[in-house]
């Protein structure tokens, strides 16, 4: 009867075994993780940093591909290898993480989204997303950056640096943010449409963005004091330049060189910045040049800016851009939204007056 008993026992386990859906586990002290295996969604509930090397867990499931992950708002960090070669499509990562471990989302040729939400500094090691080559939106700190040529949407949140300080600003004795970016002659991703820099970005350096074709309205951060030679060279598809504040001094030669589809400046600065004699080269000499008031006779006598003859006053009212799902024409008070820039499928829109305009100033 015992031996019957027992018997009973081991097939109904075995059975319940092999028809659970789901597969669960610990991936830290206060942090679990269940799997369904119909839909191969991985969800991590709980609070705090997550920890495989302590915890059996998906990795160690050879049977486990994760097709789709989400994470809670109390989570801390991720761990190191914690996604490599798995099947995500999406990933979208809460605030509250602050640590990115070595590898974590690396060889995963399915990935085309990848979205940090946190817009401070975190800290985060080598190969976040080394080899997503299909990866074609990006948002976060630069140091996960993995250029590829299906990128077309960077989005710069935070200019993050953990070793050398040079050129970069301290927030505190180990953390420091990069100011200056910069790229290498004709190696940027080519269809990129849509880039933003972090706020605290001082320096746009050589070759940043040369060779982006595909490239629309830009919008420069307001600490912005200089853009190196070359930075924008042939991006033929660029249609605006915005200038968020009056920090602009020098805008090197071949900046914006062969942006022949550049069909708006605008500028904050009284004094006008230095360009150069091919700063601007076949960039149309009558497009629209807002400045700020009583600085035309300035422009119009400054080496190089005295080329362009269309400089109207005032420079039109801007705001910092900020991320919106929301359309606020849709809502019931668009005045709420008045004069602000907004991304926007991957479009700059300006919300004015209850109507909406391009930054090119285009109503829709």
């Given at each position: 009867?015992?031996?019957?008993?027992?018997?009973?026992s081991?097939?109904?386990l075995?059975?319940?075994?092999?028809?659970?859906?789901?597969?669960?586990?610990?991936?830290?002290?206060?942090?679990?993780?269940?799997?369904?295996?119909?839909?191969?969604?991985?969800?991590i509930?709980?609070?705090?940093?997550m920890?495989?090397?302590k915890?059996?867990?998906w990795?160690?499931?050879?049977?486990?591909?994760?097709?789709?992950?989400?994470?809670?708002?109390?989570?801390?960090?991720?761990?190191?290898?914690?996604?490599?070669?798995?099947?995500?499509?999406?990933v979208?990562?809460?605030?509250?993480?602050?640590?990115?471990g070595?590898?974590?989302?690396?060889?995963?040729?399915?990935?085309?989204?990848?979205?940090?939400?946190?817009?401070?500094?975190?800290?985060?090691?080598?190969?976040?997303?080394?080899?997503?080559?299909?990866l074609?939106?990006?948002?976060?700190?630069?140091?996960?950056?993995?250029?590829?040529?299906?990128?077309?949407?960077?989005?710069?949140?935070?200019?993050?640096?953990?070793?050398?300080?040079?050129?970069?600003?301290?927030?505190d004795?180990?953390?420091?943010?990069?100011?200056?970016?910069?790229?290498?002659?004709?190696?940027?991703?080519?269809?990129?449409?849509?880039?933003?820099f972090?706020?605290?970005?001082e320096?746009?350096?050589?070759?940043?963005?040369?060779?982006?074709?595909?490239?629309?309205?830009?919008?420069?951060?307001?600490?912005?004091?200089?853009?190196?030679?070359?930075?924008?060279?042939?991006?033929?598809?660029?249609?605006?330049?915005?200038?968020?504040?009056?920090?602009?001094?020098?805008?090197?030669?071949?900046?914006?060189?062969?942006?022949?589809?550049?069909?708006?400046?605008?500028?904050?600065d009284?004094?006008?910045?230095?360009?150069?004699?091919?700063?601007?080269?076949?960039?149309?000499?009558?497009?629209?040049?807002?400045?700020?008031?009583n600085?035309?006779?300035?422009?119009?006598?400054?080496?190089?800016?005295?080329?362009?003859?269309?400089?109207?006053?005032?420079?039109?009212?801007?705001?910092?851009?900020?991320?919106?799902s929301?359309?606020?024409?849709?809502?019931?008070?668009?005045?709420d939204?008045?004069?602000?820039?907004?991304?926007?499928?991957?479009?700059?829109?300006?919300?004015?007056?209850?109507?909406?305009?391009?930054?090119?100033?285009?109503?829709?």
């Open positions: 009867m015992m031996l019957r008993t027992i018997y009973l081991i097939c109904c075995l059975s319940i075994s092999l028809w659970a859906d789901t597969i669960t586990g610990a991936c830290g002290d206060s942090l679990y993780w269940s799997f369904d295996t119909e839909t191969r969604h991985l969800d509930t709980g609070k705090g940093k920890q495989l090397y915890y059996p867990a990795t160690t499931n050879n049977n486990i591909t994760i097709a789709s992950v989400s994470f809670p708002d109390s989570i801390t960090s991720i761990d190191s290898y914690a996604f490599e070669e798995q099947e995500l499509t999406e979208v990562i809460p605030a509250s993480v602050k640590k990115f070595r590898d974590a989302f690396a060889q995963m040729p399915s990935l085309l989204r990848f979205e940090y939400e946190g817009e401070g500094y975190a800290e985060s090691e080598n190969g976040i997303l080394y080899n997503c080559y299909n074609r939106y990006f948002k976060g700190i630069t140091r996960m950056i993995a250029y590829n040529d299906a990128l077309d949407t960077i989005i710069v949140t935070y200019g993050y640096a953990s070793a050398s300080f040079l050129n970069r600003s301290y927030i004795d180990s953390h420091a943010y990069d100011k200056r970016l910069y790229g290498k002659y004709n190696t940027t991703p080519k269809k990129i449409k849509t880039y933003f972090p706020d605290e970005l320096e746009i350096g050589d070759f940043l963005l040369c060779y982006a074709t595909d490239l629309g309205g830009i919008s420069i951060p307001k600490k912005v004091h200089m853009i190196g030679p070359g930075a924008f060279l042939n991006c033929t598809s660029l249609d605006s330049l915005v200038f968020e504040g009056d920090s602009i001094q020098t805008i090197g030669d071949s900046a914006f060189s062969r942006c022949s589809s550049l069909s708006y400046i605008s500028l904050q009284t004094i006008p910045p230095t360009i150069y004699e091919h700063t601007f080269d076949s960039v149309d000499r009558s497009i629209p040049i807002y400045i700020p008031l600085a035309t006779e300035r422009y119009q006598t400054a080496p190089y800016w005295s080329e362009f003859f269309n400089f109207i006053e005032p420079t039109p009212p801007t705001t910092d851009i900020e991320n919106t929301t359309n606020p024409n849709n809502m019931s008070n668009s005045s939204f008045n004069g602000k820039k907004c991304l926007q499928n991957n479009q700059i829109l300006i919300f004015r007056d209850g109507a909406t305009f391009t930054i090119s100033g285009q109503k829709r």
